[in-house]
């Protein structure tokens, strides 16, 4: 595992932000960690990058324990922090090859390496300029750089694509790819659902604390139901809801309009055609039947238990 | 900690640091008080040493250190680290090194410019001293270069270990005022009070006597005595910044 930990607690006062988190982030995968505001994934990224010391638990990165061995970890992790500034009046250059050297390179070794990373994430012709006329984006690329310093072997990222424009975005995610295609694992906080899809192959959602589920995305998608089936009903009666509900693949269902009704199904098997044939042997017509398959968005609505 | 990353900390915060520039700059701006001081003292109070071998200008120098130095450490450190804090910058550094070398290297960047700004006044002095009396007393001016250098070493600690308490610059510049008022203030009680032994002042001063006629009777242990207090109230307050800072939630 590149990152794991054991019975992790992180109390603030008396409230407990962090509640048992079991976490395994398999070598080489980009790991998407997903949770509401205040849900404590800043929380989770300090306490595994060492910014914050857990209450109770333990914290293991590439096999090594951070409590013992921080040393070591550092070496091989890369941390872009969330809302974190640099020297306005430095240049880009100037704050990677001091970061290179706290990271224990020599000066040239750190010069060359601020110069190939630097171009790599687009600010090639920027190095020279001060961190102080940079945008947010820049920025952000500029603290993916500084992360990459090292070769580190896991890169973890808070928030990365928060207040970037959608070519940010799209220029972040290529980043990112391009680090994990050369073997770097990547632990990625989001608010952004379609980003997560789109780039993760992990999810772990975190809620109130607690880790609520942690699998590949596909398995998160399909966790609670597999799939929605919109049925349009004339005559829709609570007794049919009930009847529908009793159904053995029927994980739920729920009224959007007054003839329609979502139905949640955990089935391998096209179910449409059982539905229907229940729905008319109950005096229903159905003028309307769609499935839809679930995406990453409502499974996190699913899982978290969120009502809108 | 690891020596390798204090140098490489405190080499950039002396030389291309976000606030090097202007700490150097009230450095130099100490030196020409000083520089002042013993000018004027040449023009204006020469008369009141007339008979005791010349106007002691060491002894000018350390009571111009003594009275303006702990108000230039507050305005050059209370926010040492709580700039860092407020702005995030230090989530970059503590990522890549340990937390005792980023305390120790803002440290030793801070004793260094003060150190600096000690030598400069004390070859000032020697400068004088040898164009009135054509004298060279070296004994005093190392005295003055280590006991000034502790003195504002205790300073830079008390408020290194401020700034880290603190979330941002305000409630630092807020806590360190504070604190110096309080200071002062325990210095005011007297001799009679313990309190006194709580300040730096009271470390500072006594080698005041040292200072005026050296070597003094009681002897080199006294002196040794008066500068490991020194030291020992620096450190004390520097070992409270490191076990702060390994506390402290980023």
């Known amino acids: ?294 995406s990453l968005e409502d499974a996190f609505f699913d899982v978290t238990r969120i009502k809108l | 900690m690891n020596f390798s990353e204090i140098h490489i900390i405190g080499e950039d915060e002396t030389f291309r640091g976000s606030k090097s520039k202007y700490v150097w700059l009230f450095g130099g701006i100490f030196i020409f008080l000083c520089f002042l001081a013993m000018h004027y003292s040449t023009s204006y109070i020469s008369f009141l040493f007339s008979n005791s071998g010349g106007i002691p200008y060491t002894l000018i120098s350390y009571l111009v250190v003594l009275s303006i130095g702990p108000f230039m450490v507050m305005i050059t450190s209370f926010d040492i ?18 937390r005792s070398s980023f305390v120790l290297g803002k440290f030793s960047f801070l004793f260094l410019v003060f150190t600096s700004m000690s030598f400069g006044v004390a070859l000032i002095s020697l400068i004088y001293q040898y164009s009135t009396s054509n004298t060279f007393q070296f004994e005093k001016i190392v005295l003055f270069l280590i006991s000034s250098s502790l003195y504002l070493g205790c300073f830079i600690s008390i408020f290194l270990f401020i700034s880290i308490l603190s979330a941002n610059n305000k409630i630092s510049f807020a806590m360190s005022a504070v604190f110096l008022g309080i200071l002062i203030f325990f210095f005011l009680q007297g001799d009679e009070s313990y309190l006194k032994y709580f300040t730096p002042y009271y470390y500072g001063i006594k080698n005041i006597e040292f200072m005026k006629s050296f070597p003094v009777e009681a002897g080199y242990l006294k002196i040794f005595e008066s500068l490991c207090s020194m030291l020992l109230y620096m450190l004390v307050f520097l070992f409270m910044s490191l076990a702060a800072i390994n506390r402290r939630d980023l």
Not at chain 1, 156 to 169: A, K, Q
Request: glycine letters at 10%; aromatic letters at 6%.
């Open chain 2, 81 to 98: 680290v709580s700039s860092e804090t407020e702005t995030g910058s230090l989530r970059y550094i503590i990522s890549k090194a340990h």
């Open chain 1, 1 to 294: 595992m590149a990152i794991s930990t054991k019975n992790l607690y992180k109390k603030y006062g008396s409230r407990f932000v962090l509640e048992n988190l079991f976490l395994n982030v398999e070598k080489g995968s980009i790991y998407g960690f997903l949770g509401r505001n205040g849900a404590g994934k800043t929380t989770t990224i300090k306490l595994l990058s060492g910014l914050s010391t857990p209450t109770q638990g333990q914290i293991f990165v590439d096999g090594m324990d951070l409590s013992s061995e921080s040393g070591k970890v550092k070496q091989i992790l890369g941390l872009v922090p969330q809302d974190s500034g640099f020297y306005d009046e430095r240049t880009a250059l100037s704050h990677m090859v001091y970061y290179g050297r706290l990271k224990g390179l020599s000066k040239k070794e750190s010069l060359e390496q601020s110069r190939v990373l630097l171009d790599q994430v687009g600010l090639g012709n920027e190095m020279f300029k001060k961190v102080g006329y940079f945008s947010h984006g820049m920025k952000t690329r500029l603290g993916i750089a500084q992360a990459l310093l090292n070769n580190p072997e896991v890169l973890i990222l808070d928030e990365p694509t928060n207040g970037l424009d959608p070519v940010g975005i799209r220029q972040i995610r290529q980043i990112l790819r391009e680090c994990n295609n050369n073997g770097i694992t990547i632990f990625l906080s989001s608010h952004n659902l379609l980003e997560i899809q789109e780039i993760c192959t992990y999810v772990g959602i975190l809620d109130k604390g607690k880790l609520i589920a942690e699998s590949t995305i596909e398995k998160i998608r399909h966790l609670e139901s597999n799939g929605v089936i919109t049925v349009g009903v004339y005559n829709l009666s609570s007794e049919m809801v009930s009847l529908i509900e009793s159904l053995k693949f029927v994980v739920k269902t729920e009224l959007k309009a007054e003839h329609i009704l979502e139905i949640f199904v955990n089935s391998r098997t096209d179910v449409k055609p059982e539905i229907n044939r229940l729905i008319v042997e109950n005096g229903g017509q159905v003028f309307k039947l769609i499935e839809n398959s679930l």
